[in-house]
């Protein structure tokens, strides 16, 4: 192989590697020949330099290659979802039960959560005993079974995207649209589902900020999948304010429950059928998106949505009780009402502040390791659009005796910004792009 130093370089001044170069650098620093601070340098000529579509299909391949590949051809079309994270998203909880209940396969390796961007393993915690450790015979087994799968990531599976991201965490170059679109790619593909829905969070309580950005982060993703011939669809959704009312582990797991019973928030219905249909395509169970977006309502109207998610938890472990009666689920010490002191319309809400307010809370990691509270967070009674009448609730704080839940209380009530007149709601889907 070229001497590392002369890859760094030939990349810091704009070069393109080759593909075997790629794999060269990724293997070797796996296997601890080349160290930190050479791959480090490597990630910086790319945050500032960039790598082109066939670089980066490249990176994802040598970074799948580093590990294991299931195999989930004998289950036929197998989907899996991904967010790139978010501030009350709990769409997997809601969409995944219902894709499977139509009867396409679903397979999901979810993450932990770090800042304020909930993690779906966190949320499953909820559930006592549910289990997120699955071995890889386990997770075939339960797939073949009952049609879902939702566990951790197995340390098997592209290994050398755990280290590329320690890497970059800590030398400043998370923020690469090649470097974020190859971490999360490697790892669907090597999860070895048929195509995968992506849900690209754009706004305050996104990694993901602007719009554009948002967009070249999604091609990158939907040209990886067409390289490895995985179907990608990307939804590009909006995070300017939080999803859906709860914010905080049990309560998201509450409301996600509430929806799949037809009772949830009209944004996180929308994203779960709009998602849920998209999958349904793509596992070709059925033949085009409006066919697929009435039978995930049907799903929620008929209640096999719950049932599968039921059936999901006890598989897993879980007290499966706890779907039918939410009351068991975790619940905070204390409730701070928060109420309007004027008659006024909603006219901003900061998903960012509400996001940080549920880590004061507890309810997220300030840094990897951290222990976090089920039981805190937020319930928002009122959106951006929504009248709220003086003396009306507009949100309540779920506390648990922190020092830090005055903070947490004052910053949801800075996080509202109110409008003496009508303001239209905000747009929830700002764009879509496909594999085709």
């Not at 480090?40 to 490249?58: I, P």
């Not at 319930?379 to 009448?389: I, M, Q, S, Y």
Request: with cysteine; charged share 25%.
């Amino acid at each position: 192989m070229t001497r590392v130093v002369e890859l760094i370089e030939r990349k810091r001044d704009g070069g393109r590697l080759e593909a075997g170069e790629i794999d060269a650098l990724v293997q070797g620093y796996v296997r601890g020949e080349i160290p930190d601070y050479q791959l480090s340098a490597f990630c910086m000529a790319v945050l500032w330099r960039g790598m082109d579509a066939r670089e980066t299909a490249a990176l994802t391949a040598a970074m799948v290659r580093s590990g294991e590949r299931l195999d989930l051809s004998r289950f036929g079309r197998v989907v899996d979802k991904h967010s790139t994270g978010g501030v009350g998203d709990k769409t997997t909880l809601v969409v995944a039960p219902l894709v499977a209940a139509c009867g396409a396969p679903v397979a999901k390796m979810s993450g932990r959560g770090l800042g304020f961007s909930g993690g779906t393993l966190d949320k499953l915690a909820s559930f006592t005993g549910y289990r997120v450790d699955l071995s890889s015979a386990e997770f075939l087994a339960q797939l073949g079974r009952i049609g879902i799968v939702l566990s951790g990531q197995s340390a098997d599976l592209a290994p050398a995207d755990g280290l590329l991201y320690a890497l970059r965490d800590t030398t400043g170059t998370v923020p690469s649209i090649p470097l974020i679109a190859s971490s999360i790619m490697s790892k669907k593909i090597a999860a070895g589902a048929s195509a995968v829905v992506l849900d690209v969070k754009v706004g305050r309580g996104a990694f993901v900020k602007d719009l554009g950005q948002a967009r070249e982060l999604a091609r990158a993703m939907v040209a990886i999948g067409r390289a490895e011939r995985l179907a990608v669809t990307c939804e590009l959704t909006d995070m300017d304010q939080p999803l859906g009312h709860a914010v905080g582990n049990a309560l998201e797991v509450r409301e996600a429950i509430e929806t799949l019973r037809g009772d949830g928030p009209p944004d996180l219905v929308r994203l779960a059928v709009l998602a849920g249909a998209e999958m349904l395509v793509l596992a070709r169970r059925a033949r085009d998106k409006r066919t697929a977006a009435a039978r995930i309502d049907r799903a929620i109207q008929d209640g096999s949505g719950l049932a599968k998610l039921r059936e999901l938890v006890s598989a897993q472990g879980g007290d499966a009780a706890l779907v039918d009666d939410t009351a068991g689920l975790p619940r905070a010490a204390e409730v701070e009402t928060l109420r309007a002191t004027r008659t006024a319309w909603v006219g901003d809400l900061a998903a960012d502040t509400i996001g940080i307010a549920s880590l004061r809370l507890g309810a997220g990691r300030e840094k990897k390791g951290d222990r976090i509270d089920l039981s805190t967070g937020i319930v928002l009674r009122a959106k951006v659009g929504t009248r709220v009448e003086r003396g009306e609730p507009y949100a309540e704080v779920h506390c648990s005796g922190r020092r830090s839940d005055a903070e947490a209380i004052e910053l949801v009530r800075s996080a509202f910004r109110w409008s003496s007149s009508r303001v239209p709601a905000r747009r929830l889907v700002l764009g879509r792009i496909a594999s085709r």
